[in-house]
T-cell receptor, first 115, second 113 residues
Framework: AQKVTQAQTEISVVEKEDVTLDCVYE???????LFWYKQPPSGELVFLIR????DEQNEISGRYSWNFQKSTSSFNFTITASQVVDSAVYFC????????????WGAGTKLIIKP | EAQVTQNPRYLITVTGKKLTVTCSQN?????MSWYRQDPGLGLRQIYY???????DKGDVPEGYKVSRKEKRNFPLILESPSPNQTSLYFC????????????FGSGTQLSVL
């Protein structure tokens, strides 16, 4: 069965620090998709990134970067020079044939950026 | 503007009183889904629909009903709500069922007393 583990329930850092949010997944599929979503205090869910299992290139988007490593079944998310506006709950999710391509969500990591 | 519209935003009701949460998307998406979000549990899927007239159970379907009579609408029905259905509900859609990002509604906070 597929599973997504976000072991960090809550992380608190001071503004401008770098922070990494961990995501470890389990799947028997060879083709699958990984996602990160952000949920700011206002409550909406915002898509950040999608990766398919054949694309292990790391991605950078401004201060955000993602490190996909199939060897360790991890898809970690790093925020460089964090800002107060980055405070949110971040979810990692997985979809593959094993779940009929329905998203399996991690429990989320609450990130608090202190001024 | 491309969006998923969910109503109401907040709802307080009493045990046993039937209610419907509406969800509509204007992007001609094939796929729609309902989730509930509870603290510490992430999002759990209730029902999903691959296309019109095609619906399937997710992980937590008990106590819920859905229908997909037209492509744009995917209402969530609670025939006899109970307090354990107090939760934050999200509707989502995507162009296709496989591997696409989801577009989410703004959520419905439901309290069942």
């Amino acid at each position: 069965a597929q599973k997504v583990t976000q072991a960090q329930t809550e992380i608190s850092v001071v503004e401008k620090e770098d922070v990494t949010l961990d995501c470890v997944y389990e799947t028997r599929d060879t083709t699958y998709y990984l996602f990160w979503y952000k949920q700011p205090p206002s409550g909406e869910l915002v898509f950040l990134i999608r990766r398919n299992s054949f694309d292990e290139q790391n991605e950078i988007s401004g201060r955000y970067s993602w490190n996909f490593q199939k060897s360790t079944s991890s898809f970690n998310f790093t925020i460089t020079a964090s800002q107060v506006v980055d405070s949110a709950v971040y979810f990692c999710a997985l979809s593959g044939l094993d779940s009929n391509y329905q998203l399996i969500w991690g429990a989320g990591t609450k990130l608090i950026i202190k001024p | 503007e491309a969006q998923v519209t969910q109503n109401p935003r907040y709802l307080i009701t009493v045990t046993g009183k039937k209610l419907t949460v509406t969800c509509s998307q204007n992007m001609n998406h094939e796929y729609m889904s309902w989730y509930r979000q509870d603290p510490g549990l992430g999002l759990r899927q209730i029902y999903y629909s691959m296309n019109v007239e095609v619906t399937d159970k997710g992980d937590v379907p008990e106590g819920y009903k859905v229908s997909r009579k037209e492509k744009r609408n995917f209402p969530l029905i609670l025939e006899s709500p109970s307090p354990n259905q107090t939760s934050l509900y999200f509707c989502a859609s995507s162009p296709r069922p496989v591997g696409e990002k989801l577009f989410f509604g703004s959520g419905t906070q439901l309290s069942v007393l």
